[in-house]
Nanobody
Framework: QGRLVESGGGLVQTGGSLRLSCAASGPTFNTYTVGWFRQAPGKERELLLSIRWSGGRTTYSNSILGRFGISRDNAQGTVELQMTDLRPEDTAVYYC????????????????WGQGTQVTVSS
């Protein structure tokens, strides 16, 4: 059974940076697309970016353009979300998820989910 575990969340001031890590276990995760989502209080979960096994990336949210990046280390089984210039509106629980599809069309095609990590940006 596959498993994802996020780490690296915390409290940061406006303009600060954080790196979130998603550690995957399981025999086939290196072939999966991994996405980072977030859910702010009272809002729907939002897909931010994804990265395919080959390293190809897709950004889904205009609000993070130029500020967030994604990378993966298949040898280590990790996917990282680099966040810079953080703003109070970035406050949310951040989740990583994995899909066997190269281009998953939505949340339902992400098979494995982490438990989430809280990111709080103070003003």
């Amino acid at each position: 059974q596959g498993r994802l575990v996020e780490s690296g969340g915390g409290l940061v001031q406006t303009g600060g940076s954080l790196r979130l890590s998603c550690a995957a276990s399981g025999p086939t995760f290196n072939t999966y697309t991994v996405g980072w989502f977030r859910q702010a209080p009272g809002k729907e979960r939002e897909l931010l970016l994804s990265i395919r096994w080959s390293g190809g990336r897709t950004t889904y949210s205009n609000s993070i353009l130029g500020r967030f990046g994604i990378s993966r280390d298949n040898a280590q089984g990790t996917v990282e979300l680099q966040m810079t210039d953080l703003r109070p509106e970035d406050t949310a629980v951040y989740y990583c998820a994995a899909s066997p599809r190269a281009y998953p069309s939505g949340e339902s095609e992400y098979t494995y989910w982490g438990q989430g990590t809280q990111v709080t940006v103070s003003s």
